[in-house]
């Protein structure tokens, strides 16, 4: 299957501080990827569809300008975690939809996720 | 709206022993994908099996089998003879316009 890379892994970072989490499809183009975030034995729950070239789409209760979504190519989109606190803390998982096909409804790729501890 | 509901949240089974994952579906699409991914304590997601809504075809796959009922909305995962390694968190998802995962069913196989 088609690989969506997603970088940091694991970041630590002082409360009040900024973290940037990349996401790219490395060999297919993705007009759309979606951020999800998963707290401790929970399920993925989806914050935002990020649309390149376009603002993103947050679902209901994510704040957008916390969670700040770039999708500046078809090959990356980053989410920016700002002004962090430790509730913030959590797993991201962003994933990227193949759409050379032109069709909605195919397979989304995942990233390795990102583990975020804030302190 | 699209919702998925995986009613077991946690299911323990002795090794080799047969063990069906639910996973019932909403949504008002005519076309849609329904997926399975596992995620293992490292957090990543594996993919598993996708089915569109129009393929209602049982799948197996080695341990794996996948039923899929449109009349009544589920997509229901059989591992057979499970193992240690199976032990994990499962989930189901439903794809439309955008990716909705069920809360996810953990798994744990004994030795």
């Known amino acids: 299957g088609a690989v969506v890379s997603q970088h940091p892994s694991r970041v630590i970072c002082k409360s009040g501080t900024s973290v940037k989490i990349e996401c790219r499809s490395l060999d297919f183009q993705a007009t759309t990827m979606f951020w999800y975030r998963q707290f401790p034995k929970k399920s993925l729950m989806l914050m935002a569809t990020s649309n390149e070239g376009s603002k993103a789409t947050y679902e209901q209760g994510v704040e957008k300008d916390k969670f700040l979504i770039n999708h500046a190519s078809l090959t990356l989109s980053t989410l920016t975690v700002t002004s962090a606190h430790p509730e913030d803390s959590s797993f991201y998982i962003c994933?990227?939809?193949?759409?050379?096909?032109?069709?909605?409804?195919?397979?989304?790729?995942f990233g390795q996720g990102t583990r975020l501890t804030v302190v | 709206a699209q919702k998925v509901t995986q009613a077991q949240t946690e299911i323990s089974v002795v090794e080799k022993e047969d063990v069906t994952l639910d996973c019932v579906y909403e949504?008002?699409?005519?076309?849609?994908?329904l997926f399975w991914y596992k995620q293992p304590p490292s957090g990543e997601l594996v993919f598993l099996i996708r089915?569109?809504?129009?393929?209602?075809q049982n799948e197996i796959s080695g341990r794996y089998s996948w039923n899929f009922q449109k009349s009544t909305s589920s997509f229901n995962f059989t591992i057979t003879a499970s193992q240690v390694v199976d032990s994990a968190v499962y989930f189901c998802?439903?794809?439309?316009?955008?990716?909705?995962f069920g809360a996810g069913t953990r798994l744990t196989v004994k030795p």
């Open positions: 998802a439903l794809s439309g316009n955008d990716m909705r």
């Open positions: 089915r569109n809504s129009f393929d209602e």
């Open positions: 994933s990227a939809r193949d759409q050379g096909g032109g069709s909605l409804n195919t397979e989304a790729f």
């Open positions: 949504t008002r699409d005519t076309t849609y994908y």
